[in-house]
């Protein structure tokens, strides 16, 4: 990891051994996706059909078909369908807006830039923008560049032609005034597809009264502010979930109780430790405040 302020000024660099013992292990989604999909029997999940409803023990689905279920799980993300039938909770703006770009192939493309990132987190704190760029396995680097106190119709407003990828990438760099130019070139670097994300959050400890033949896991259930736990609760939810209806084969009530009231605990302390490394984020001194918050001890 390599923590560094917006001059170009390095504060943090950590270098792992490549023969260290892998404590806090790491993989790309595609590849566990892939591996997670290829354990199940073929048929196991129905491609294009995304939910629309369910009523009365039957799902319906936005391509016009339907069919019942004993347990209903919405694993559905951010801006969940299923939510809505456990809670009135919607997610809210934090006043965070992300633009998400990719260097395809750096160590080929870039080799430069390939140098200064090393091999894992580059991470840029500026005043009340950061830039994150993290190498994917396939040689790819996705950079994150985010705007924080920014309201949520901010991409409305802030001239950055999505439709022309280069003057987006030249927008995002003015956007950036007084940055290292090494660190913009990062930028420059990136290929066509450029995303915008406007950043949401659910209530810290929101919880629903246990239904019987629905629940609901990840960002669907608690969507924190994106500063690194919510995929891995998302992982935990699922396993956390299979465990308690293997235990209670015949009893899916008393499963879903058992793994709501494992989660809600477990989630709400992930977010709340978010919610106070988000306000961190946001704050003026932020590059020293982040420093002090890796210092060991
Ligand atoms: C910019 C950014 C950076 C982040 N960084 C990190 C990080 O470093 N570490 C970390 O742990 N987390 C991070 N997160 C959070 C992480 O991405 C999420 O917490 C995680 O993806 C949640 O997983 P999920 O499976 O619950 O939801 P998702 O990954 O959103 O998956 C939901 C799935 O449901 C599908 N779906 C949606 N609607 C329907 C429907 N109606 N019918 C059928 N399917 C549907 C979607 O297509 C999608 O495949 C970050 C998030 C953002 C935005």
Not at 34 to 47: A, G, I, Y
Request: charged content about 20%.
């Amino acid at each position: 990891m390599r923590l560094l302020e917006s001059d170009g000024t390095l504060l943090l660099q950590e270098d792992t051994p490549g023969d260290a013992p892998s404590t806090r292990p790491e993989i790309d989604r595609s590849d566990l996706r892939d591996l997670l999909l290829d354990s199940l029997p073929e048929d196991t999940v129905r491609w294009g059909h995304a939910f629309e409803s369910a009523a009365n023990g039957r799902l319906h689905f936005t391509n016009g078909s339907s069919t019942t279920y004993d347990l209903l799980v919405g694993a559905d993300g951010a801006q969940s369908r299923v939510r809505p039938l456990l809670t009135d909770a919607r997610p809210t703006h934090i006043g965070q807006n992300v633009v998400e770009l990719t260097i395809p192939d750096i160590d080929r493309t870039h080799p430069d830039l390939a140098a200064m990132l090393g091999r894992g987190n580059y991470w840029v704190l500026g005043n009340g923008i950061s830039l994150a760029a993290q190498r994917n396995g396939d040689g790819r680097v996705r950079v994150g560049i985010s705007f924080y106190s920014t309201p949520e119709d901010w991409f409305a407003t802030a001239a950055i032609p999505f439709d022309n990828p280069p003057a987006a990438r030249s927008r995002l760099i003015d956007l950036l005034p007084g940055w290292n130019p090494r660190i913009t070139a990062l930028i420059e670097a990136c290929e066509d597809a450029i995303t915008p994300r406007s950043i949401t959050t659910l209530p810290i400890g929101l919880t629903w009264p246990s239904t019987p033949d629905i629940t609901l896991l990840g960002d669907a259930a608690h969507l924190m502010p994106p500063v690194g736990e919510g995929a891995n609760m998302a992982l935990l939810d699922g396993a956390q979930l299979a465990l308690t209806l293997a235990a209670h084969p015949n009893d899916f009530p008393a499963a879903v109780r058992e793994y709501e009231h494992e989660m809600f605990d477990r989630t709400s302390t992930a977010a709340r430790m978010s919610a106070e490394v988000q306000e961190l984020l946001m704050a003026p001194d932020v590059a020293q405040k982040m420093f002090a918050f890796f210092q060991p001890g």
